[in-house]
């Protein structure tokens, strides 16, 4: 997202006071870690640099940081209910078979005993039979790649999620599903 202007809900997220800037980083991403280095940064000029400063924290997150990001996170398939970010990001579910919804929820459990964190994959825009091809192909990786891989996945998820906060109307697009 390149701008020349500074959009308002950029402008709303700078001015916020910083209790209720952390409690807006926090729902982007569960790290306090990565909150933290955003929230030192402020104010910021464009979305592009919110989300420079975003990539290069969560870049630097360690394994404890990573799993304290990782628990702010649903299942795929099990959106938190009152969640509109959830429901919307993992709305490729929504036409699922109860087989393929059944073959997830297998596959989360199956991954999550393997890695001990739930299967991260920024499904925006990807079929259920995406995230579950992706969750069968990943669960064979060695920790340590999957650890990056999660790290590049929550990347993804944490900069749509930047776009909004940061986005021309921040409450109007807080609203939507």
Request: glycine share 6%; net charge neutral.
């Amino acid at each position: 997202m390149t701008s020349t202007t500074t959009p308002p809900g950029l402008l709303e997220f700078n001015a916020l006071e910083e209790p209720a800037a952390r409690a807006a980083l926090l729902e982007v991403c569960a790290s306090t870690a990565w909150a933290a280095r955003l929230l030192a940064a402020r104010p910021y000029a464009t979305p592009d640099a919110l989300c420079a400063a975003a990539d290069a924290a969560t870049a630097g997150l360690t394994p404890a940081d990573l799993a304290e990001a990782m628990a702010g996170h649903p299942p795929i398939g099990r959106p938190k209910p009152g969640d509109p970010a959830s429901a919307r990001e993992q709305r490729g579910m929504a036409g699922a078979s109860a087989e393929l919804r059944a073959e997830l929820l297998e596959l989360n459990l199956a991954y999550q005993e393997r890695f001990g964190h739930v299967f991260l994959i920024c499904a925006t825009g990807l079929t259920a039979r995406q995230m579950r091809d992706a969750a069968q192909s990943r669960i064979g990786n060695t920790p340590e790649r999957e650890r990056e891989i999660v790290r590049v996945e929550l990347g993804r998820i944490n900069r749509i999620r930047l776009t909004r906060l940061a986005g021309p109307t921040r409450l109007a697009e807080d609203s939507r599903p």
